[in-house]
Structure formats: structure tokens, C-alpha cells
């Protein structure tokens, strides 16, 4: 299975492992890696610029960096949550609405790699109008990483299967699961277990 990593600054610290320990036990682990995501919700920007170059430097996969458009250049991708997408386009780029972003982050950076989070169909269906790259999609299964309102389970096989990207299954996601028209498991948490 195709794995996209996530490496959370938060679990990390609560961790105690470094960037440096984190980079070693994920090369350690041997996963087919398509992907690792970047959420940095703690460190200041000078820092999280830091470890993106770190990450950049030890890492020969594509780097996406979570939520923060400003932080794009360091990175070779962006992803945005629904309320992030709400947020960039209307307090950062005053655009008028998500076909419109995404265009424009298309066209000013067009070797990038764009993503969003979906949850429903209606979200899913959205996405297929945007030019981006893939999506994610969940919350698969409950996570300690993030509060979850609504639990896919079994459903996330059906709307994964209405998406023209491909689809990473989100949340609560085991590297071992092997989920029907997912294109990769996201994962988190099995990235810190030996």
C-alpha cells in the first residue's frame, strides 16, 4: 500500500522525538512513501521553514506543507481543510470562491502539488471541479490527532469511488489497512510505533 505520512510537530514534541528521530524511524520503517505532509501548529515560521528544508534535505519524496499558503515556496505542495480553504480565501487572497483559488495557485505555482480534505459527497463533488491533485478523505476510523464529528467506516470505500482525483484515506488510518478505491493510507500515528 501507497503510504502518505503525516509528521506532527505537536505529537512529536509530545513525543520527545526530533525531526531528526522522526526522519530515521520513518526510513527505518521501509514504507512505499508517496508523500510526507508537514503540520506545524506550534513552532514559530523561521522554525517551521527550518524543518522544511531539513525534511527536504533527508527526504526524496515530495513535501506538502498543511494549511499555510505562506510557507508554499519551502514546500512542494500545499494542503488545506475545508475551514483552511474558507480562511486563504477570504482573509488572505479575497477571492470570491474555491474554483477560483485554486486556479490561481495553479497558475502562480504550477509544478506544486495541491490537496484538500473532504468528508461527504457534497465536498467530494466540489473537489471534482477544482484542478487539484488529490484529496483526502475521512475520517476513515476515530484518531487521537484530531476531534472527529462523523465517522466514514466502510462508507469511505462508496464516496472515494465518486472522486476523479485520488483519494488518501483520512483519519484513524493503519498503515496495513487495505481499504477499497483509496489510492494511499494517510497515516500518522503507526509512523511513531516500532
Known amino acids: 500500500m501507497k503510504i502518505y505520512a503525516i509528521c506532527d ?4 514534541i509530545n513525543k520527545g522525538f526530533s525531526l531528526i528521530e522522526f526522519i530515521s524511524h520513518l526510513k527505518n520503517k521501509n514504507l512505499n512513501l508517496v508523500y510526507l ?3 506545524d501548529k506550534v513552532l514559530d515560521i523561521q522554525t517551521q521553514k527550518e524543518n ?3 525534511l527536504k534535505s533527508h527526504l526524496n519524496i515530495p513535501i506538502i506543507i498543511n494549511d499555510k499558503l505562506e510557507l508554499l515556496e519551502f514546500a512542494d505542495g ?13 482573509s488572505e487572497l479575497k ?13 502562480k505555482y ?6 484538500i480534505s473532504t468528508h461527504n459527497e457534497v465536498e467530494i ?4 471541479r477544482l484542478p487539484i491533485d488529490y484529496i483526502g478523505l475521512g475520517a476513515y476510523k476515530t484518531t487521537s490527532t484530531k476531534d472527529v464529528n462523523k465517522i466514514l467506516g466502510d462508507k469511505i470505500s462508496y464516496l472515494a469511488k465518486i472522486s476523479k482525483h485520488p483519494v488518501g484515506a483520512i483519519g484513524g488510518v493503519k498503515i496495513d489497512d487495505n481499504i477499497e478505491n483509496i489510492s494511499y493510507n494517510v497515516v500518522s500515528g503507526d509512523l511513531y510505533e516500532n
Open 9 to 12: 510537530m505537536q505529537t512529536l
Open 37 to 39: 505532509q508537514y503540520r
Open 52 to 54: 522544511l528544508s531539513l
Open 78 to 90: 500545499l494542503h488545506l481543510g475545508q475551514e483552511d480553504i474558507e480562511r486563504v480565501l477570504y
Open 95 to 107: 477571492l470570491k470562491d474555491r474554483e477560483l483559488l485554486f486556479k490561481f495557485l495553479r497558475k
Open 110 to 115: 504550477p509544478h506544486k502539488i495541491f490537496g
Open 125 to 128: 463533488l466540489e473537489a471534482n
